[in-house]
């Protein structure tokens, strides 16, 4: 495991307004949950801040004097929490058990994007530094970090799988999750993707889709300039409503979509359904190069499958029709697989202070990873594709 020793200088910042946003977004890449956008609307919105039980430390390992390059070698989108919502990987019953025991599991660091369970980088390094060395420097500090603020434990959520590999080399626990995520077979069209499906399976789309368009409503994707404070506005209404009725507690401030469609418009598609003149329901997505990440739904009426259509289905629209290979459909939810939506595993990486609690909890991580690769190839046989699993 990384001891911290390595001569590279790296810092913790609590404001990622503290850091330029070019410099960050050099060693972000493409994916939109990591840019500094995304970011700094959750903080400056008051959406993610300790107010909120999410303080920030980004980490940032900057470019010593006489390397080439850009200012920052990498960086880490990093927080100081107090509890565990808005994670998605849920360590609650962790938290009981280390607690029960007599000791203090909060606070805590959450290396994520929060309130968002979308794989993504979470080490993120210059393209033009050496990836090896920048990332042991930044998990050690990440470590070192964890070890000055005496917190219980580390957590590293949905990385990519390359990213998962080195965490495990570095020492850290893995653990395995579940997420269902439809690709895109080289579609032209939807009714493409449906002549891929078993009759049954096919009949079922077509009927839910149908008796939406017969109910009158209708649904248009918006994106960049299309998008209108009067979207935002409508779909903020939704987010509030469905939150109350579902977990009683929204994580977003109207501030923040405002922020995110004067800031990242042109990567956002915001799909609304109208009805009889009047908004009614919308889903927020966000686009990388080659995915649509399906985020917030919301609605004021009930429609019968009006979920359906406008979460899974027109993503499926959106993404053959812009030649995106995946959709990603945000976290749960078995009843996407007969949509097309199959499961894959999703990473995660964790470090635990204490090491008897470390060891119990690794006992446990590796039964679950066991149960969570047979939940896959369970699932997986339920296909609704006439050839089984897409490869």
Known sequence: MPDGSDSLAVKAVSRIAEVPAPDWDACAGGN??????????????????????????????????GRPGNSLLGCVPLYLKSHSYGEYV?????????????????????????????TGPRLLVNPGANRQEVMTGLVAAMLELARRHQVSSLHITFPPKAQFDALGDFGLLQRLGVQYHWRNRGYGTFDDFLADL???????????????????????????AEIEPRHWDAFF???MATADRKWGQPYLTREFFHLLGERLADQVVLVMADYEGELVAGALNLKSGDTLYGRN????????????????????DYAIAQGLEWVEAGAQGEHKIQRGYL???????HWI??????????????????????????LSEHSPFKDGPTP
Not at 216 to 221: N, S, T, V
């Open 343 to 349: 499961p894959r595993p999703t990473y995660s990486a």
């Open 237 to 239: 209404e939704f987010y």
């Open 90 to 118: 849920f360590d609650w019953n962790w938290a009981d058990a280390y607690e029960r025991a007599g000791g203090r599991y909060y606070p805590k660091l959450q290396c994520s994007v929060p309130f968002t369970p979308a």
């Open 32 to 65: 939109p949950f990591v840019s500094h956008a995304f970011l700094d609307a959750l903080e400056q919105s008051g959406s993610a801040t300790a107010d909120s039980g999410w303080l920030p430390q980004h980490l940032v390992l900057e470019n010593p004097s």
């Open 198 to 224: 078993a009759s049954r399976k096919r009949k079922a789309i077509k009927k839910e889709r149908r008796k939406v368009a017969e109910s009158g409503i209708r649904l248009r994707p918006l994106s960049g």
């Open 297 to 316: 739904w919301g609605c004021l009426e009930r429609f019968k499958f009006l979920h359906f259509e406008t979460c899974y289905y027109q993503a499926i």
């Open 353 to 378: 202070a204490d090491p008897n609690f470390s060891h119990a909890v690794e006992e446990f991580l590796a039964r679950e990873r066991d149960a969570i690769r047979h939940e896959i190839d369970y």
